[in-house]
């Protein structure tokens, strides 16, 4: 019978465990995929190069109030225009499975994005990365609604085309 030190087990545990969780982030952002799940698109860093970033000022749902943040990252548009998965409506979920429907037209006309850095810093789960929907509240009155603050999920894992 092989003896392995307690010690050990938990050392290979914790690495596989790391290893896991690192190659996951690097894999992707989140994922886009169909209702009946026939396509997965995986939002990669390659992806948002590919769809390009936009960079702008604006209050932060669920942050410190009036002061602005300066986001970055590509118009949620543009993401599902390069995945190809075009829907009335879709639905978002974080990492801590909460669910909300965001309608098709909020990333057509609001200009949400899928924010990856806040402040010049690349967002992690810790600080509701890796991708954040943040829509530019500063910009449009309209958007500091409730209903708005609401789709601005923030450690998003999938957006599902309804």
């Not at 967002?123 to 509701?128: A, E, I, P, S, Y």
């Not at 609604?145 to 085309?161: F, G, H, T």
């Amino acid at each position: 019978m092989l003896y392995i030190p307690k010690s050990l087990v938990a050392t290979i545990a914790i690495g596989l465990t790391l290893t896991c969780s690192s190659a996951h982030a690097a894999d992707s952002y989140f994922t886009i995929r169909s209702a009946d799940g026939s396509k997965t698109v995986a939002i990669t860093a390659e992806a948002i190069e590919k769809a390009g970033s936009v960079t702008f000022k604006t209050t932060l749902p669920g942050t410190d109030g009036e002061e602005l943040h300066e986001v970055r990252g590509p118009l949620m548009q543009s993401l599902l225009e390069q995945a190809g998965l075009e829907a009335e409506e879709y639905t978002a979920v974080a990492l801590d499975n909460y669910e909300i429907d965001v309608p098709a037209e909020d990333f057509k006309t609001h200009g949400a994005i899928a924010a990856v850095e806040v402040d010049g810093k690349p967002l992690t789960v810790r600080d509701k990365g890796p991708a954040w929907i943040v829509y530019p509240r500063s910009d449009n009155p309209d958007l500091t609604d409730p209903i708005y603050e609401s789709r601005s999920v923030w450690q998003l894992k999938e957006l599902v085309a309804k």
